[in-house]
């Protein structure tokens, strides 16, 4: 074997020993959460001018999830999507989500989280909410029309 064989040998055995200790520590710990289940409730239908209720409920496990880092709603005329984010810039901070007019809702039960909103105009609109909780996002949409 050359030389420079014989030295990267031993550390490439040490690399592969570090791997499955730290995969094996992990593992047994059971340290990766439960996925978080998101379900949006939103009517179909809204009347022009009068406030509605869209709610979403989130779970962990069979456990209501309160206190999530960050629960936003976003509306938008399905003719006028939202601008898009590059895949350079990465997921909207809640900051960011909020100075595209993101609504945050509130935490009324454990697990329920709500808004309020009236539609001005008709037309057919996208709700998309986002959650955030430690590292997991999710960001389901529904459809409401206004009349």
Not at 19 to 26: L, P, R
Not at 32 to 50: F, G, N, S, Y
Not at 51 to 67: F, W, Y
Not at 76 to 82: A, F, G, Q, S
């Amino acid at each position: 074997m050359s030389g420079q064989a014989r030295w990267f040998m031993p550390f490439l055995v040490l690399i592969i020993l570090i791997a499955g200790c730290s995969y094996e520590e992990q593992s047994a710990s059971g340290e990766m959460p439960e996925i978080i289940k998101v379900k949006l409730d939103v009517p179909e239908k809204a009347t022009l001018h009068q406030p509605i209720q869209l709610q979403v409920k989130l779970t962990q496990g069979d456990a209501p999830l309160s206190h999530a880092d960050h629960v936003q709603f976003q509306i938008w005329n399905e003719l006028e999507d939202p601008p898009s984010v590059s895949l350079e810039q990465g997921m909207m901070t809640a900051d960011e989500l909020e100075n595209q007019g993101a609504i945050t809702a509130n935490e009324t039960e454990e697990g329920l989280y709500e808004i309020q909103h009236t539609f001005e105009e008709p037309g057919t609109y996208v709700v998309q909410v986002h959650v955030t909780h430690g590292a997991m996002h999710s960001m389901p949409r529904a459809r409401i029309v206004a009349e």
